[in-house]
């Protein structure tokens, strides 16, 4: 029997820790009509343990945003999710789903992740729109024999009360 003997470097990097990073692409805008179901998801990448919550933005005199006197700095006003009645958040180590079913035109807004662990925090953000308007299609027309390949289509556009 013979011997191999190969020789191989290996070279150490150091790397520092850090606050998460959440994967980009992930969180997206959505577009959904009234009484449907929009789902969000954040994916995190951290060394440490991160917590993962989800927050919707909302608006103070019609700003995203407003000056507070004693902080003496910008701040926003949010909700979160775990208080709305009609929100499911599920999590598992470094991924999060928020789930609103039955929207409202009162859901639409501004939804974001917030990650963080004991070197810092993140946020990442998507935009919810709610139609409410259902588009239809019907058929008008005589109908056609049972041997034709076409029929007579004609969109219509109906607003839902």
């Not at 992930?26 to 991160?50: E, H, K, M, W, Y």
């Amino acid at each position: 029997l013979g011997t191999i003997r190969r020789t191989f470097n290996v070279t150490i990097i150091n790397r520092m820790r850090g606050p998460p990073i959440i994967v980009p692409n992930i969180l997206v805008n959505q577009t959904v009509n009234v009484n449907g179901t929009a789902v969000f998801n954040c994916r995190v990448v951290s060394d440490l343990t991160p917590y993962i919550f989800w927050v919707r933005i909302d608006r103070v005199n019609g700003s995203l945003h407003y000056y507070n006197e004693t902080a003496k700095e910008y701040m926003f006003k949010y909700t979160e999710m775990d208080a709305i009645e009609n929100a499911n958040v599920v999590t598992n180590d470094d991924e999060s789903t928020l789930t609103l079913v039955n929207v409202t035109l009162e859901d639409q807004g501004i939804y974001a992740c917030i990650t963080g662990n004991s070197l810092g925090s993140v946020l990442a953000n998507a935009t919810l729109t709610v139609n409410e308007f259902l588009g239809m299609v019907l058929l008008t027309g005589n109908p056609e024999p049972e041997y034709s390949t076409w029929s007579i289509r004609e969109s219509l556009f109906f607003e839902l009360f």
